[in-house]
């Protein structure tokens, strides 16, 4: 079958939407879980500010944007004022401190792209992962969380798009991939550019919240509880959502051309970035702006073979969620 992007949604559509929202409500954490990463991090704190008055942790990631799963892992960041730090140094040392107390597996990996110690805490049950100096995951971190904030549905959505990708064996960055940070965009983008939309662009708007990282200027809107209500003028169900989802990058995205971008709420061009040719190991095949670095293609990891396998597996979901009378099943059937 083909359909392209004028396909009319099936008229059964709004049905479907019950099953979606009890596999999203499956996958929430519970409040016990978040209790004991509270514990985790207070357990961790008094390590580190012991060794280091003046350092402080952010959790980030998943386990703090608000998209990830129950039984996750935790991704935690010690910020250090000094940035002229040697982080191998720093991470060999947290490494000793944290051994020295009961928890297990504790290993400094500093020969990987990001360094971090590992580890996991018996008492809770919990494993970490502790980089140095990541802020610029930590304000994405909370960008991401401002923007859940505002309409369910975001987290609704992301939940599903997560779930599928991980059952299909696509988010998987190290096989050319998408991470789940770039899923998260792209949900956010899709809700940004929908009629009429159901997020606003928050780095579009007034600004109530600046830092300086890395010498980038992070800065949006977010005074999000002010934003209550911002997509009620657009009523389309959960389900209709995940098919227009699919259907968007299955056969509306012009992938020769565009560029997704949270950060100016629309498509921008190739061309514009001077994205149009591959540089390095960048080919620039699926383009996702970061939203704070904006010359950071989140698409950077897919090559010729995985952008295939990427457009086939949207193909593939936009005609279950077309034409399946149980899409729930095959949708999240494991590859
Ligand atoms: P999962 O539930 O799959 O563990 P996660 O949100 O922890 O999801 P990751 O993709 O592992 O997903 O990313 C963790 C965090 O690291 C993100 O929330 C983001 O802050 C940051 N991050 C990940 N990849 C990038 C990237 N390529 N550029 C900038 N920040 C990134
Ligand atoms: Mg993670």
Same mark, same amino acid.
């Given at each position: 079958?083909?359909?392209?992007?004028q396909?009319e949604?099936?008229?059964?559509?709004?049905?479907?939407?019950a099953?979606f929202l009890?596999?999203?409500?499956?996958?929430?954490?519970?409040?016990e879980?978040?209790?004991?990463?509270?514990q985790l991090?207070?357990?961790?704190?008094?390590?580190?500010t012991?060794e280091?008055?003046?350092?402080?942790?952010?959790l980030?990631?998943?386990?703090? +944007?608000?998209?990830?799963?129950?039984?996750?892992?935790?991704d935690?960041?010690?910020a250090?004022?000094?940035a002229?730090?040697?982080?191998?140094?720093?991470?060999?040392?947290?490494a000793?401190?944290?051994k020295?107390?009961?928890?297990e597996?504790v290993?400094?990996?500093?020969?990987?792209?990001?360094p971090?110690v590992?580890?996991?805490d018996p008492?809770?049950g919990?494993?970490?992962?502790?980089?140095? @100096? +990541?802020?610029l995951?930590?304000?994405?971190t909370k960008?991401?969380?401002?923007?859940?904030?505002?309409?369910?549905?975001?987290?609704?959505?992301?939940f599903?798009?997560?779930?599928w990708a991980?059952?299909?064996g696509?988010n998987e960055t190290y096989?050319?991939?998408?991470?789940?940070?770039a899923?998260?965009?792209?949900?956010i983008?899709?809700?940004?550019?929908? @009629?009429?939309?159901?997020?606003p662009c928050?780095?579009?708007m007034?600004?109530?919240?600046?830092? +300086?990282?890395? @010498?980038?200027e992070c800065s949006?809107?977010d005074q999000?509880e002010?934003?209550?209500?911002f997509?009620?003028q657009n009523?389309?169900?959960?389900a209709?959502?995940?098919?227009?989802?699919?259907?968007?990058?299955?056969?509306?995205?012009?992938y020769?051309?565009d560029?997704?971008s949270?950060?100016?709420?629309?498509?921008?061009?190739?061309?514009?970035?001077d994205?149009?040719?591959?540089?390095?190991?960048?080919?620039?095949?699926i383009c996702?702006e970061d939203?704070f670095e904006?010359?950071?293609?989140?698409?950077?990891v897919?090559?010729k073979r995985?952008?295939?396998?990427l457009?086939?597996?949207?193909?593939?979901?936009?005609?279950?969620?077309?034409?399946?009378?149980?899409?729930?099943?095959?949708?999240?059937?494991?590859?």
């Open positions: 079958r083909n359909y392209k992007s396909t949604c099936r008229g059964d559509i709004n049905r479907l939407s099953p009890a596999i999203y409500e499956s996958l929430i954490p519970s409040e879980e978040k209790e004991k990463q509270k991090m207070a357990l961790l704190n008094k390590h580190v012991r280091w008055p003046g350092a402080r942790l952010f980030y990631g998943s386990c703090a +944007n608000s998209f990830g799963f129950r039984k996750s892992d935790i935690v960041c010690l250090l004022g000094d002229d730090i040697d982080k191998s140094e720093i991470l060999l040392k947290l000793d401190i944290l020295s107390d009961n928890l597996n290993q400094a990996l500093i020969r990987a792209r990001v971090i590992k580890l996991m008492v809770t919990i494993s970490c992962d502790i980089c140095v @100096n +990541n802020l995951a930590v304000i994405n960008l991401l969380r401002d923007y859940s904030k505002i309409d369910v549905r975001l987290r609704q959505l992301a599903i798009i997560k779930h991980k059952s299909r696509v096989q050319g991939t998408l991470s789940s940070y899923y998260v965009l792209m949900c983008h899709f809700l940004q550019q929908c @009629n009429p939309p159901i997020l928050l780095q579009g007034a600004r109530t919240y600046t830092v +300086n990282v890395d @010498n980038v949006y809107f999000v002010k934003l209550q209500g997509g009620s009523g389309e169900s959960i209709r959502l995940v098919w227009g989802f699919f259907n968007y990058w299955a056969h509306c995205h012009d020769a051309n560029v997704i949270i950060r100016a709420g629309r498509l921008v061009s190739k061309q514009a970035k994205w149009t040719r591959r540089i390095g190991n960048d080919r620039h095949l996702i939203p904006v010359t950071h293609d989140l698409g950077r897919v090559d995985s952008i295939r396998v457009r086939e597996e949207f193909e593939r979901a936009a005609e279950i969620m077309q034409y399946d009378p149980n899409p729930c099943v095959k949708l999240f059937e494991p590859y």
